[in-house]
């Protein structure tokens, strides 16, 4: 049996909570990390319908997008829906985790899975986060290369877009004199040493630093590890908000207007018109991204699919892109298809089921 720590742990492969907003709340909200999984609801929100049909089932773990445990608690006595849930959670032994404004933030996450309900071609983010990236310099005696680089790859560094275990090297002297209390691997006390070395050089995602380091001093037969670490100001194409992307065809305004109501199931939605200009180039951002519209105009967007666009936002628009509202929940709803694709795939032993349960708060009627 899995237990609940493999399963998230899985979910921050995809997603790792350093990717997280400043003001997010994602990760494990109720529940034993240590406890073994039954069964697992994927869910847009996490409400106490939720947990009810998580019962019927005999889902012991509920996987939310949106945190229910946002703003935090101060008491918890039943007053508000937020407070039930949780209760209800904790008195049935249920387990909650969000993967929220992490799941935004990277490729192949939330806004991945709008772009491709869509069809969208040629897809990348719009908007990528700075300070992502690192570079690791490190000196190894030729001979212990193979091993040092193999740690360095299963602690995640090395992986650039399509490709894995990326590296460079190139082989020098490396010149060191132990003093009278080391206890050199190659080399004697007060001796200069001269040794053949390969200076390696890496990029890893700055969140497994930690892991990197000790991947590192673990593999390197030095005592002491000479080696570089630098923040670098590269663009990480894997993490950052929207993802831009070409339709197949230019669109008139009417016609992709209908195109986006059948591909993401709407009743309806709000948009800002461009009059006789077409659609080719399309920016999607789940949930409130109206913070995007610049950076899409920047970026040649046609038009810019979301969701919680005030009235004033609007005019942003200024005639030189369409501003999409369809709605949050409609924007979001299909992010349970990535949690039950990717628990499902690794997870045979128990049931992963997509909530029916329609958590949307908002109605319409025309
Ligand atoms: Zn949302």
Do not use: W
């Not at 040649?300 to 929940?329: N, S, W």
């Not at 795939?345 to 049931?351: E, G, I, L, S, V």
């Amino acid at each position: 049996m899995a237990k609940m720590h493999e399963v998230t742990a899985l979910l921050e492969q995809l997603a790792p909570l350093r990717y997280q907003e400043s003001y997010d709340n994602a990760g494990l909200q109720t529940g034993d990390a240590n406890a073994e999984v039954k069964g697992v609801l994927v869910t847009l929100d996490c409400t106490e319908a939720v947990l009810d049909e998580a019962l019927e089932n005999g889902c012991n773990l509920v996987v939310a997008h949106h945190p229910v445990i946002f703003k935090g608690l101060k008491q918890l006595t039943g007053n508000s829906y937020v407070e039930r849930t949780i209760i209800k959670a904790i008195q049935h032994n249920i387990a909650i985790y969000a993967s929220h404004t992490n799941l935004d933030n990277v490729l192949h996450g939330v806004n991945t899975k709008i772009a491709d309900k869509l069809g969208l071609q040629q897809q990348r983010i719009l908007v990528t986060k700075p300070s992502t990236l690192m570079q690791l310099v490190t000196f190894v005696p030729v001979e212990n290369t193979e091993e040092v680089l193999a740690a360095l790859h299963k602690a995640g560094a090395g992986n650039i877009g399509e490709y894995s275990c990326c590296s460079f090297s190139i082989t020098g002297t490396g010149r060191f004199t132990p003093s009278a209390q080391a206890d050199p691997t190659i080399g004697r006390a007060n001796q200069p040493e001269q040794v053949q070395e390969n200076r390696l050089e890496l990029l890893f995602p700055a969140y497994l630093q930690g892991k990197i380091m000790a991947a590192l001093k673990q593999a390197h037969p030095y005592e002491e590890v000479a080696h570089y670490l630098y923040n670098l100001e590269n663009q990480n194409q894997e993490v950052g908000i929207g993802v831009i992307g070409e339709l197949d065809e230019e669109f008139t305004e009417g016609k992709f207007l209908a195109y986006l109501k059948d591909k993401m199931g709407l009743q309806g939605l709000r948009y800002t018109s461009i009059g006789s200009k077409k659609v080719k180039r399309v920016a999607v951002c789940g949930g409130a991204g109206s913070f995007l519209v610049k950076d899409a105009i920047r970026q040649g967007v046609d038009a810019l699919v979301t969701g919680d666009v005030k009235y004033h936002e609007f005019f942003d628009a200024e005639g030189r892109l369409m501003i999409a509202d369809i709605g949050h929940y409609e924007s979001e709803v299909y992010t349970k298809e990535i949690f039950y694709d990717t628990i499902s795939k690794t997870f045979p032993n128990f049931a992963v089921l997509i909530s029916e349960v329609n958590t949307n708060p908002v109605r319409y009627t025309f």
